[in-house]
């Protein structure tokens, strides 16, 4: 009996941990042509929590619900962007389209003797 007991708690706390959570998904694409862009860092700046967006530029956090949350998205050759304001709400999927913008380079002469 103790048992059946425990495990209906555990149960009801594990939904209810869950229920208090959000989902925050989303895909980067380049903002000049539209295309996906793999591998791009995502991290949640006040939650230290760093992801690698799949092949298609897509990313998936489970964040605490009623809580704002920044982004911060990363590729190389593209600028680095924020996204502010972002919440998750509970039992819910919040999902986000963002484009970053390819880094404009210049180098330098390279001189090898």
């Known amino acids: 009996m103790k048992s059946i007991v425990f495990s209906i708690f555990l ?12 989902i925050v998904e989303g895909k980067i694409t380049d903002g000049k042509t539209n295309n996906s862009i793999p591998a791009v860092t995502v991290t949640v700046v006040d939650e230290n ?3 690698a967006a ?16 920044s982004l911060k998205i ?3 050759g593209y600028q680095a962007k924020i996204i502010e304001g ?3 709400d509970a039992g ?5 389209n963002i ?12 001189v090898v003797r």
Do not use: C, M, R, Y
Not at 102 to 107: D, G, R
């Open 54 to 69: 799949n092949i298609d530029g897509q990313f998936t956090f489970s964040l605490d619900a009623g809580k704002t949350h």
């Open 74 to 76: 990363s590729a190389v």
């Open 49 to 51: 929590i760093t992801k």
């Open 11 to 22: 149960g009801l706390t594990s939904f209810i941990s869950f229920a208090q959570q959000g």
């Open 86 to 88: 972002v919440t998750a």
């Open 99 to 110: 484009n970053i913008e390819a880094s404009a380079k210049t180098e330098g002469e390279v």
């Open 92 to 96: 819910k999927i919040t999902t986000l």
